[in-house]
């Protein structure tokens, strides 16, 4: 199994920058892709950015040029850089892992960007 653990999340005001990191344990060697999801209140999940284990990445349009997920292999760590946030971003951001094993979430961290 895989355990995830969220930590970074904050209240910044509009146009400052959080760094969200997620750590993996366990069988770690399973995971086939990483990402960060968010859920807004009354709002459904949705994807944020992915990033396979070769380190190939994506970013949802709402996030290109303001967010940026990365990996450190050696760390067993993902983070996701968020730079210039919008009120818009306000929301539980979640880490997850696909794995052979199926779909695992961490229990999310709060992001709160005050305009």
């Known amino acids: 199994q895989v355990q995830l653990v969220e930590s970074g999340g904050g209240l910044v005001q509009a146009g400052g920058s959080l760094r969200l990191s997620c750590v993996a344990s366990g069988s770690t060697r399973t995971i086939n892709l990483m990402g960060w999801f968010r859920q807004a209140p009354g709002k459904q999940r949705e994807l944020v950015a992915r990033?396979?284990?070769?380190?190939?990445?994506y970013h949802v349009d709402s996030v290109k040029g303001r967010f940026t997920i990365s990996q450190d292999n050696a760390k067993n760590t993902m983070y996701l850089q968020m730079n210039s946030l919008k009120p818009e971003d306000t929301a539980v951001y979640y880490c997850n892992a696909a794995t052979g094993y199926g779909n695992i979430w961490g229990q999310g961290t709060q992001v709160t960007v005050s305009s």
């Open positions: 990033i396979s284990s070769s380190g190939s990445t």
